[in-house]
């Protein structure tokens, strides 16, 4: 008898994800994601510079108060839900 096996070349490699992706996709990926990340941190950091730039007149012009500057520049204004600086 002849005691050699065969290799099946279509079984994934250890290289390979468990979903079948290789681990260079899975690293490109991981390399994207990591650069998406950054610069939507600098998109933020660079938002936030330019509205606190503005002097307190120029920001009650837009409807914010300094302490709303970095959730505007993260998720954009508000809808007021009252009048500016919470009088009603």
């Known amino acids: 008898?002849?005691?050699?096996?065969?290799i099946d070349s279509q079984a994934p490699s250890a290289?390979?994800?468990?979903?079948?992706?290789?681990?260079?996709?899975?690293?490109?990926?991981?390399i994207k994601r990591g650069?998406?990340?950054i610069r939507e941190h600098r998109r933020l950091r660079r938002d936030t510079d330019v509205?606190?730039?503005?002097?307190?007149?120029?920001l009650a012009d837009i409807g914010l108060r300094r302490c709303e500057v970095e959730y505007a520049a993260r998720h954009?204004?508000?809808?007021p839900d009252t009048t500016p600086y919470g009088d009603r």
């Open 76 to 79: 954009g204004r508000r809808f």
């Open 51 to 58: 509205l606190l730039a503005l002097d307190d007149r120029m």
């Open 1 to 6: 008898m002849n005691d050699t096996t065969i």
């Open 35 to 37: 650069i998406a990340q």
């Open 15 to 30: 290289w390979e994800a468990v979903d079948g992706h290789s681990w260079h996709a899975v690293l490109l990926r991981s």
